[in-house]
Structure formats: structure tokens, C-alpha cells
């Protein structure tokens, strides 16, 4: 009888990795919003960036809280971020020339600012509220990464070749 590849053998588990291609929303927002935090650090390297954002079909929001010593134009970022990705008419699902883009930037909250680095030595500055990162090394891969994660990596970057 064959072996059921999907059912794993007592004291084993299943371990599977997903990736997702630059055109995906998931991504199209992370651009979005690191395009944002790049123009601010650009404007200002001190800026306290906490920046998110969200899409549906041609309408993208970009909301958080931000300080940066300059202007920056948000709506124009957002629209050339989406250009980037390649979603340039709506019959590919976005025109970044026509889509609704929808900004609620605030300043950073004073709390946060307290909590996180003002009045701090360098040593005790702290992170915002966002990000938590679990992962492990292996020496099943040259990138010590865990295969499926390694073999994940290599087929969306080779779909993304084939997309370009």
C-alpha cells in the first residue's frame, strides 16, 4: 500500500511554509507602507513611522500615526507604490492612476512616544506595538532557513520573474 505523504508518522509533524507573489494584496500593502516609511526617512531619519495599510479591489487606505519633520505627500506614495507593483489598469484589479487612495495619518500618540524612546538612553529604547517574528535556524538548507520555507522562497521568486 502507498504511503500517505499528507498524513504524517507517529512523533513527526507536518511542517509547510506559504509565500506570496508582489501582486498579491498582502504585499501590495506591506509596499505601500514601507514606501511610506522610506519617504519619511528620507525627509526625516529621525521620523517615528507607524504606518499600515489596507486594499480592495481600487480602493487602498493608509492609516497610522506618524511624525516626521517635513511634508510628505501620502496619496502620491501610495499611487506610485501601487504603479511599482504593476497594477496599472483595472483590468489587471487596480489603475493606480484612478484608485480611491484614502489617508488617516495622525501624529504618534505622546503615550507611545513615552513607552517607546522619549526620554530614553539609547540602550532602553523600546519597539512599538507591531511586529513578532518566530523562526529557528536549520542546516537542512545553505540559507539555514527549514526547507519548506527555502523551497517557498525560490518558486515565488521565480514566478515573479516569469511574471516580469
Same mark, same amino acid.
Given at each position: 500500500?502507498?504511503?500517505?505523504?499528507?498524513?504524517?508518522?507517529?512523533?513527526?509533524?507536518?511542517?509547510?511554509?506559504?509565500?506570496?507573489?508582489?501582486?498579491?494584496? +498582502?504585499?501590495?500593502? =506591506? !509596499?505601500?507602507?514601507?514606501? %511610506?516609511?522610506? #519617504?519619511?526617512?528620507?525627509?526625516? *531619519?529621525?521620523?517615528?513611522?507607524?504606518?499600515?495599510?489596507?486594499?480592495?479591489?481600487?480602493?487602498?487606505?493608509?492609516?497610522?500615526?506618524?511624525?516626521?519633520?517635513?511634508?510628505?505627500?501620502?496619496?502620491?506614495?501610495?499611487?506610485?507604490?501601487?504603479?511599482?507593483?504593476?497594477?496599472?489598469?483595472? +483590468?489587471?484589479?487596480? =489603475? !493606480?492612476?484612478?484608485?480611491? %487612495?484614502?489617508? #488617516?495619518?495622525?501624529?504618534?500618540? *505622546?503615550?507611545?512616544?513615552?513607552?517607546?524612546?522619549?526620554?530614553?538612553?539609547?540602550?532602553?529604547?523600546?519597539?512599538?506595538?507591531?511586529?513578532?517574528?518566530?523562526?529557528?535556524?536549520?542546516?537542512?538548507?545553505?540559507?539555514?532557513?527549514?526547507?519548506?520555507?527555502?523551497?517557498?522562497?525560490?518558486?515565488?521568486?521565480?514566478?515573479?520573474?516569469?511574471?516580469?
Amino acid at each position: 500500500m502507498e504511503k500517505d505523504l499528507l498524513i504524517p508518522e507517529p512523533g513527526h509533524f507536518l511542517f509547510t511554509s506559504e509565500s506570496v507573489t508582489s501582486g498579491h494584496p +498582502d504585499k501590495l500593502c =506591506d !509596499y505601500i507602507s514601507d514606501s %511610506i516609511l522610506d #519617504a519619511c526617512l528620507a525627509k526625516d *531619519p529621525n521620523a517615528k513611522v507607524a504606518c499600515e495599510s489596507a486594499v480592495k479591489n481600487s480602493i487602498c487606505m493608509v492609516f497610522g500615526e506618524i511624525t516626521v519633520d517635513g511634508e510628505i505627500n501620502f496619496e502620491q506614495t501610495a499611487r506610485q507604490a501601487i504603479k511599482e507593483i504593476g497594477y496599472t489598469s483595472t +483590468d489587471v484589479g487596480m =489603475d !493606480y492612476k484612478t484608485a480611491t %487612495i484614502i489617508v #488617516a495619518i495622525d501624529k504618534q500618540s *505622546p503615550d507611545i512616544a513615552q513607552g517607546v524612546h522619549l526620554n530614553k538612553s539609547e540602550e532602553d529604547v523600546g519597539a512599538g506595538d507591531q511586529g513578532l517574528m518566530i523562526g529557528y535556524a536549520s542546516d537542512e538548507t545553505e540559507s539555514l532557513m527549514p526547507l519548506t520555507h527555502d523551497l517557498c522562497g525560490k518558486l515565488v521568486r521565480r514566478l515573479e520573474q516569469c511574471r516580469k
